[in-house]
């Protein structure tokens, strides 16, 4: 066998990426049985000798494509995950041959540069203030911590608590409020802040998972509120400025948790579900979500950029210490890492505002479609569907899961469980670029003729 050199590896990756991305269409989108059961070949001890690079990739398309879930096609509606935009890829794709370490603007100009561009253009689009500091961190997960490590920082510090020098241990306690229906990577970045689940205030949700207003305990300083722009079941979106609005009156911090939610601002038509959530001190979200950039990608954008970078950049004596220039690791809790702003940069020139809007707005009238005709069809809608997000349930517990689990199987289109209020639900999340009304059309086509074999 002759040995790859590189030119010929990165052709054969890309033919193979070409087929796979050219053939999404058609191919099931759940992997079949019997493509899972072929991953055992890659069950062996590591060889003493090495592989061709050739054969490693020979053996990574062959074996592991038909073992792929087909996320990055249209009639994946599980959870709430973008597929990526082809320009996305190719972006993606000539940033990793650069393979450049986006800690400090010095040694990385270009793609420090794209990071910058990228988040005054977010700025702009998600109508945040343009004073904001951001951090290009990994998803909504980090992005949520980054953003809450940021309030730590701040509220005590408004406590004449400083956190770097006097650690955590001992401050003046931080009273966290949070939405009965807080995201549970939320929480999670809340306990590595050393917020324990049972030192959280959970103020009651109404039908659609917002927290109810009227429920709100008295804020008192230092305080921090977590607030959500799109429930992960629902789709709907907490009344931010208006909780904003309280919540400043007590010195609080509100946080905002809109890792799909806040697209609903690049939408005029979407608008009113965030009103005023510019009001807010710092927002999570996700690139690769709704975006549809390659994993992984989301963004901490906070308000107050000296919070960010108090709590985020570290010192060390060979490091740049310019406070001109924007060092993209000021932000992030990673030193080292991929260049994010590249895919970010290239998604949003290559659309523009319209184009974003277009694509998110599209993707909310694809999730009307499917509410109406499985609601034509007898089935039940168990929310409002205000965004990209529907659930539908086929009967009871045992009935729906049933169900999906077929539809799963199936593998014209993947819909993933849930309970919402205490039913059992499938949950369709429209979140693809690429997905059309054909795609849905098609996905109804097998869902009912599915479920008519159960009800
Ligand atoms: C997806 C999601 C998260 C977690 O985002 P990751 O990108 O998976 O880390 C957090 N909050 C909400 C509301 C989400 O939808």
């Given at each position: 066998m002759t040995t790859y050199n590189r030119e010929q590896l990165l052709r054969f990756a890309s033919e193979r990426a070409i087929n796979y991305l050219e053939t999404l269409q058609t191919r099931r989108v759940s992997p079949s049985e019997e493509s899972a059961k072929q991953?055992?070949?890659?069950?062996?001890?590591?060889?003493n000798e090495g592989t061709d690079p050739g054969e490693v990739l020979e053996t990574l398309d062959t074996v592991c494509s038909p073992a792929t879930?087909?996320?990055?096609?249209?009639?994946?509606?599980?959870?709430?995950i973008g597929g990526a935009l082809p320009v996305t890829v190719a972006a993606n794709w000539l940033a990793t041959s650069w393979d450049?370490?986006?800690?400090?603007?010095?040694?990385t100009p270009a793609t420090s540069t794209l990071e910058a561009i990228s988040l005054q253009w977010l700025l702009d689009i998600l109508g945040l203030p343009k004073t904001c500091g951001g951090g290009f961190v990994t998803g909504a997960t980090m992005a949520n911590f980054t953003c809450l490590a940021s309030a730590r920082h701040h509220v005590l510090a408004n406590a004449r608590w400083d956190l770097n020098e006097q650690?955590?241990?001992?401050?003046p306690p931080i009273q966290v409020v949070v939405g009965g229906e807080i995201h549970p990577t939320a929480q999670k970045a809340l306990r590595l802040l050393?917020?324990?689940?049972?030192?959280l205030v959970v103020v009651p949700v109404d039908s659609q998972g917002r927290m109810r207003l009227d429920k709100l305990p008295a804020l008192k300083a230092p305080c921090i509120v977590v607030t959500q722009a799109?429930?992960?079941?629902?789709?709907a979106c907490d009344a931010i400025g208006e909780l904003s609005d309280i919540a400043h009156a007590s010195g609080a911090w509100v946080h905002v948790d809109?890792?799909?939610?806040?697209?609903?601002?690049?939408v005029p038509e979407r608008q009113y579900l965030v009103?005023?959530?510019?009001?807010?001190?710092s927002w999570a979200t996700d690139c690769?979500?709704?975006?549809?950039?390659?994993?992984d990608s989301g963004i901490a954008f906070v308000r107050h950029e000296e919070a960010l970078r108090a709590s985020m950049a570290i010192t060390a004596a060979y490091l740049p210490q310019d406070s001109?220039?924007?060092?993209?690791?000021?932000?992030?809790?990673?030193?080292?890492?991929?260049?994010?702003g590249v895919d970010v940069w290239a998604a949003l020139l290559s659309l523009g505002k319209q184009g974003v809007a277009d694509m998110v707005f599209s993707n909310c009238n694809l999730a009307v479609r499917f509410a109406d005709r499985l609601r034509a069809e007898g089935?039940?809608?168990?929310?409002?569907?205000?965004?990209?997000q529907v659930l539908v349930t086929f009967g009871d517990e045992s009935t729906t899961t049933r169900i999906i689990e077929e539809i799963q199987r199936e593998g014209t289109c993947w819909c993933g469980i849930t309970k919402w209020q205490g039913k059992t639900a499938m949950r369709i999340s429209v979140s693809c670029w690429a997905t059309t009304e054909k795609d849905v059309d098609t996905s109804l086509d097998a869902i009912i003729r599915i479920a008519r074999k159960f009800v």
């Open positions: 991953l055992a070949t890659l069950q062996h001890a590591l060889p879930m087909g996320m990055a096609g249209p009639r994946f509606f599980g959870f709430v450049q370490n986006t800690g400090y603007f010095a040694p650690g955590f241990n001992g401050a050393g917020f324990g689940n049972k030192q799109g429930n992960v079941n629902t789709g809109g890792a799909f939610g806040l697209w609903a601002r690049a009103d005023g959530i510019d009001k807010a001190d690769h979500k709704w975006l549809n950039v390659p994993y001109e220039i924007r060092n993209p690791s000021d932000f992030t809790p990673e030193l080292s890492r991929r260049a994010r089935f039940d809608i168990l929310n409002d569907v205000v965004l990209n």
